[in-house]
């Protein structure tokens, strides 16, 4: 604990202007001499791993702009879909859409994939805190009524490929397994396409035109522009990103307690990552990858092997005490969770509004962004997704 504390006093010492201007916005630029010992501090902390460019992150908030809500369906067309029109329930509700302030903008889209029948508005803190950052944001609405496991049940032994056939459809919106039903235009890659043309049309001067290549036929996945595109997402939708990203490159992943998909081996009961993230190469290695969950009580220091899989570490850094800047890829919090309502719970902490605690006991909900307590690790690792060539 004395050589943490040390190191952290060296780190604070040393990196006082990095720190200021990613922690609390001041404008004071670091010397080569600082920045050569921030690092020699950072290897340390991270055990001799590699380095992490540092960037120029600030995470003070500044209030984006938001979008009404565009109802999904009145972007269809005649394409196959299980909604009805001005629903508010998932898997028909409103796409939401946040614009940042102008001079804090970048250029990557953060497109964020809600959790198990959630819809984007369930996600307003996360949303506003990447459009903060300088994102265009987007909470898609999406065929998210099925879980995973539950689609799953019976089906877990690895060489059936379960979770990876339902992340699959889901995404893509092509039926490729009886365990989950989504219409062609209840998918993630036809709503993000439709929704991307819409913003285009009705805000040609917003850049909307940057993540996706127009078509007037089928919409496939070269369509978008997924290497300009931070993908997110919360639990089932966390999977799902994950999924998308080992096949092709996005330019970041940020994931929320989630994407931890599993196989049963079925002659030694070992568990083991799920095909889809063990199959073929990964499309997005190298890539910035974040990922953050919940402790669920279970004291773990290393990331599952689900996580090492995708590219996220083996060490898992606790930001309930100690946050350093740049973040490693994985981190673990133990933060509590408001008791009512009564959706609430660890799990449900991570991301969803009114769930999200304004400190670690939980006692109260957060009702802006800057009030939930994982407010400034979400900006600082949302803000490393763009990696340091594109936001240097």
Request: hydrophobic share 40%.
């Amino acid at each position: 604990m004395n050589t943490l504390r040390a190191t952290k006093a060296a780190v604070c010492s040393v990196s006082i202007a990095i720190l200021c201007t990613a922690a609390f916005g001041c404008a004071v630029d670091a010397d080569e001499s600082s920045t050569e010992a921030v690092n020699e501090a950072q290897s340390e902390l991270l055990g001799g791993g590699p380095m992490i460019p540092l960037q120029t992150c600030d995470t003070t908030y500044v209030p984006p702009g938001v979008w009404p809500g565009i109802d999904p369906v009145a972007l269809f067309g005649a394409g196959a879909t299980s909604c009805a029109a001005a629903s508010s329930s998932s898997p028909c509700a409103p796409h939401k859409v946040y614009t940042p302030s102008p001079v804090r903008e970048r250029e990557p889209l953060f497109v964020f994939l809600p959790g198990t029948n959630m819809e984007p508005n369930k996600h307003d803190l996360v949303l506003a805190t990447a459009a903060s950052v300088g994102y265009r944001s987007i909470g898609l609405s999406y065929d998210n009524t099925v879980a995973a496991a539950t689609a799953c049940a019976g089906l877990e032994a690895c060489g059936l490929d379960c979770r990876g056939l339902v992340r699959e459809e889901v995404a893509r919106g092509i039926d490729l397994t009886p365990v989950v039903n989504v219409a062609r235009e209840d998918g993630v890659l036809v709503r993000l396409y439709r929704l991307l043309a819409h913003l285009d049309a009705i805000d040609p001067a917003g850049g909307w035109g940057s993540y996706y290549v127009p078509t007037a036929g089928n919409i496939t996945a070269s369509n978008i522009v997924w290497s300009n595109i931070i993908l997110g997402g919360f639990s089932q939708g966390a999977g799902v990103a994950a999924a998308i990203s080992r096949v092709f490159q996005v330019h970041g992943l940020f994931v929320l307690d989630g994407a931890k998909d599993t196989c049963i081996d079925p002659v030694t009961g070992d568990e083991l990552p799920a095909e889809y993230l063990t199959t073929g190469s990964d499309a997005s290695a190298g890539r910035p990858k974040y990922g953050v969950r919940h402790d669920h009580g279970t004291g773990d220091t290393t990331t599952s092997d689900s996580w090492q899989t995708l590219g996220l570490g083996t060490s898992l850094r606790n930001i309930d005490t100690f946050d350093f800047l740049p973040p490693p890829g994985a981190s673990v919090t133990t933060q509590g969770h408001p008791a009512s309502p009564a959706i609430c719970s660890d799990h449900m902490s991570m991301a969803r509004d009114a769930c999200m605690p304004t400190d670690l006991a939980g006692a109260t909900g957060a009702t802006a962004p800057t009030d939930y307590f994982l407010y400034e690790a979400y900006a600082r690792r949302l803000c490393y997704a763009c990696d340091a060539t594109t936001c240097p």
